[in-house]
């Protein structure tokens, strides 16, 4: 099986100004989602999914071609940043609605009457949010779209949940980190999270075509 991890523990050292500024975007996209909707609830990911899901699919993007090409750099990012914004938004707005029904229901929850939406969203939500670890790169990259899109995503989730799990749980520590040691470190984390992500995604769907 062909491996892209190699490639993605190189560009920690020669891509830096990419990874930089990659850090620099997503944060600054987060910081208008906090600015206009602190806290977790429905408006704060529905915001998310605006703002942020068009950078990250832009940074996705460019890692895809670091990890299978070995070919990057600051201006790339930005060419792609124009070019996969409305692609990254099409991606981040079905997890983000998804996830933003189960924080209503939850807020709605007063019984049992309301368990069950809440449970159906809650497991929607997971899934959902584990297979766009996967469908940014699927979208952006190898173009598919719709249900072919998140039906091949799922699939690689299934024959491979620990590379969402590990990508999420990258991203989660690196949250923890950044606000509870220095925020400079939220600037650093959202480029190796994307470059490992990508690396999982093409090893996995190399795989999956053998």
Same mark, same amino acid.
């Given at each position: 099986m062909t491996s892209h991890l190699p490639a993605a523990f190189r560009a @920690?050292?020669?891509? @830096? *100004?990419?990874? !930089?500024?990659?850090?620099?975007?997503?944060?600054? !996209?987060? $910081? %208008? =989602?906090?600015?206009? #909707? *602190?806290?977790? #609830?429905?408006?704060?990911?529905?915001? !998310?999914?605006?703002?942020v899901s068009p950078v990250w699919a832009a940074v996705v993007a460019t890692t895809d071609a670091v990890v /299978?090409?070995? /070919?990057?750099?600051?201006? =790339?990012?930005?060419?792609?940043? /124009? &070019?996969? $914004? %409305?692609?990254?938004?099409?991606?981040?707005?079905?997890?983000?609605?998804?996830?933003a029904v189960a924080l209503f229901n939850w807020q709605l929850y007063s019984g049992p009457?309301?368990?069950?939406p809440l449970a159906v969203s809650g497991c929607a939500s997971v899934l959902l949010l584990l297979a766009s670890c996967y469908a940014f790169s699927l979208r952006v990259t190898a173009g598919l779209r719709? &249900?072919? @899109?998140?039906?091949?995503?799922?699939?690689?989730?299934? /024959?491979a949940p620990l590379v969402p799990l590990g990508v999420l749980a990258l991203a989660f520590v690196a949250l923890l980190l950044g606000t509870s040691i220095t925020a #400079?470190? @939220?600037?650093? !984390?959202?480029g190796p999270v994307a470059l490992f992500a990508s690396a999982g995604t093409w090893t996995e769907k190399h795989a999956l075509h053998r």
């Open positions: @920690l050292w020669y891509e @830096l *100004p990419l990874l !930089a500024t990659a850090g620099t975007l997503i944060c600054t !996209a987060y $910081a %208008l =989602v906090v600015f206009l #909707s *602190p806290g977790l #609830s429905p408006l704060s990911v529905l915001l !998310a999914a605006f703002v /299978r090409d070995e /070919r990057g750099g600051v201006p =790339v990012l930005l060419t792609n940043l /124009r &070019k996969h $914004a %409305l692609a990254g938004l099409g991606v981040g707005l079905v997890p983000g609605v998804v996830v009457l309301y368990a069950v719709g &249900k072919q @899109l998140w039906i091949t995503a799922l699939h690689l989730v299934a /024959r #400079s470190l @939220l600037l650093l !984390a959202p």
